[in-house]
Structure formats: C-alpha cells, structure tokens
C-alpha cells in the first residue's frame, strides 16, 4: 500500500482549444437571363424649318425606323404648325407591309408664306410672330416601339421683323435700318415720348421702302423733316407682324455725311447698294403729290394734242 498521494501529469502539456467547422453558405439561385424580344422604333430624324426669302420657308423632314425589328405598316408621319393642327405641310405614308431596320424617308420643299393678293400671311398654316412647327412620326400609337418619346420633334420660327439699329441721315431725312426679317413693310413710325413725329406708308401705288434680297437692311425716307432727333423711337410694321426699338441720340447721325468738293452739288438722294446677290437697286421713293402733279401735266399735255388734231382736221 502506497502511503504518499500521487499526481498524474499529462505528457502532452495543457489541452488544445477546438476551433468549429465553419457552416456553408448555400449556393445563391441564378436567375435565368431574360429575353429581349426586338421591337421596332420609329423616330423623327430631321425637322429643320428655314426662312429662304421673303415669302417663302424651307421645311426639312425624315423619319427612320432605329430599332431592332421591322414596323408593320400602316403608320403615317406629317409636319404641321400647332397652331393649325387640322392642316398639314407634308405627309409621308409608306406603302409597305413591314418597315424595315434602318429604313427612313425624307421630304423637303419650299411653302409660301405669304398671298400677294390678300397682302397678308397664309391662313391656315402660318400666322404673323412666332410658328411652332412640329413633325411627328406613328400620331396614332399604330406600332407598339421599345421607345416611344422619339416620335415627334418641334421647332419654332419667328416671321416678325427685329430691328437691331437704326440711324437717320438729317441732309436727307433718310432712315436706314438694320436687322432681321425686314420685308413687306407697311408702315414705319418714328415716335418720341409716346407721340408720333413722323409716319410713312406703303400703298397701292408708292412703295417707299427699300429692303435688302436677305432682309437685313431696309430703307426709306421720311415725309417731313424732324425738328429734334433725340429720344426717337422707330415702329415698324409689317405682313409677318411688328418691331419696336427706341433709341436716344447717341445711335442717330446728327451731323450730315461729308460730301467731296465738287463743282456741282447735287441734291442728295437716297440709295440702296445691294449685296451681290441683291435684287437690282431701287429707285428713289416718289410721293404722291409728286406722282399727282406729273399726271396732271400729262392729262394737259395729251389735251393740248387733241386740240392740235382737231385743227388739222377741220
């Protein structure tokens, strides 16, 4: 019998610590890749509406399938001013069963603008100011496209004249005025404080203004001269609407233009140069007065002949 206590010691030193098996995420699900069915897109490629002359525009306009599939047929496209969308300017129908990827038609063309005989704009398709002009492809939502915010584009037109600057010859009382879309004036006012210091009109017989083939230049002359050119303000207006610019002193000519020493000194009158590719040079404004003597001594004149002949004649 064993009559000390013992220990027993582990040869191994202390324990070691147990690290868990780590638990396996599981797999993630992969969804499917989706089928992208191709559809048609049928778009507004081109609208481009351009002032070319005085009484004409030039209207630009295409329309292209960019999508994936052929269009069945049976859409339309057209161009037309909003403010009249009951009329078109033009209108493109394409005679096809399908409307092919990549396939597009186009038109273009000059539209008048205004009737000589009316003196006024077209009604109907145009009106005087600002023309929002819009071309739209498939209006009616025939084809069902995989982007349908392509299908109508619009831009905007202004018809009415803008004046830029404007200076009056005071040798003359000749006006000569700068700026945009000056065709077809009636009427031209000069103004000071509200009130109307000097008026000239275009009829049916006398047209006193002058204006560049492009429309950037105009002049005229004045039918009385002006006692004070400072504080003017110029008014125009004309078939395609009105301008308005006032103006002080400081951009009116208050001195005459020196004229070279010459033996004779004609009186000054107005002249317009054309650009290059302006219509033939004007001739000075006649007015009324003037046009009604000249007749009167026509009248006279052809009445004297008479007398003539019937003397002969007796």
């Not at 004409?56 to 009249?84: H, L, M, Q, W």
């Not at 100011?129 to 069902?144: K, Q, S």
Request: proline content about 9%; glycine content about 6%; charged content about 15%.
């Amino acid at each position: 019998m064993l009559s000390e206590p013992f220990h027993i010691v582990s040869s191994y030193g202390t324990a070691p610590t147990v690290t868990p098996t780590p638990s396996v995420a599981p797999a993630p699900t992969v969804s499917p890749t989706p089928t992208v069915t191709p559809m048609p897109d049928l778009a507004v490629t081109k609208l481009n509406v351009t002032r070319t002359s005085s009484d004409y525009v030039n209207i630009e306009f295409c329309v292209k399938n960019i999508g994936d599939a052929s269009a069945p047929g049976g859409f339309s496209a057209r161009v037309y001013n909003t403010a009249y969308p009951s009329s078109f300017f033009t209108k493109v129908t394409p005679n096809v069963d399908h409307y092919k990827v990549g396939q597009s038609n186009c038109s273009s063309g000059g539209r008048l603008i205004y009737n000589s005989s009316t003196g006024k704009v077209i009604s109907g398709y145009f009106k005087p100011g600002i023309n929002y002009i819009e071309g739209v492809v498939d209006e009616n939502n025939v084809v069902a496209e995989s982007n349908e915010s392509n299908n109508v584009k619009r831009v905007a037109i202004d018809l009415a004249p803008k004046i830029s600057s404007f200076s009056v010859d005071p040798t003359n009382y000749t006006v000569t005025v700068y700026g945009k879309n000056l065709w077809r004036i009636k009427e031209a006012r000069l103004t000071k404080n509200g009130v109307v210091v000097n008026s000239v009109k275009a009829d049916a017989v006398v047209n006193p203004f002058h204006c560049s083939s492009d429309g950037s230049e105009l002049m005229f002359r004045l039918s009385s001269k002006i006692s004070s050119m400072a504080g003017l303000s110029l008014s125009l207006t004309s078939a395609y609407g009105t301008a308005n610019y006032g103006i002080g002193l400081s951009s009116i000519s208050s001195t005459p233009t020196p004229t070279p020493t010459s033996t004779v000194s004609p009186t000054p009158t107005p002249t317009y140069t054309p650009t290059p590719t302006a219509s033939p040079t004007p001739s000075s404004p006649v007015s009324l007065d003037t046009l009604k003597n000249e007749l009167a001594s026509i009248s006279a004149a052809l009445g004297k002949l008479l007398e003539n002949l019937q003397t002969i004649g007796r």
